[in-house]
């Protein structure tokens, strides 16, 4: 446990367990990332594809139990398809 009595590998936010995934390890989702990366080029950065297919992972996970990753792609998808819209809007 951390200095501030909590386990440190829960994030701040809503008691996820943030992701012991390393560079080094490869990707459960790594096609899922590159595919989304290539569809939503000049709209979002490689950063904000990782977050939104994290967060499909962990939002499968919580709602069904699990997070194949058909159902992670599409979630993601989603996901990046309002944050466009929402930049649009605000043109």
């Known amino acids: 446990m951390g200095a501030r009595g909590r386990d440190e590998r829960f994030s701040d936010h809503r008691g996820v367990l943030v992701s012991e995934h390393t560079e080094a390890d490869p990707s459960p989702y790594a096609d899922v990332e590159a595919a989304l990366r290539d569809e939503f080029a000049g709209v979002h950065s490689a950063t904000t594809v990782t977050r939104c297919v994290e967060a499909a992972h962990f939002g499968a996970l919580e709602v069904t139990g699990y997070a ?16 466009a819209l929402v930049a649009s809007e605000r043109g």
């Open 68 to 83: 194949h990753p058909s159902l992670v792609e599409r979630i993601a998808r989603k996901h990046l398809h309002v944050l």
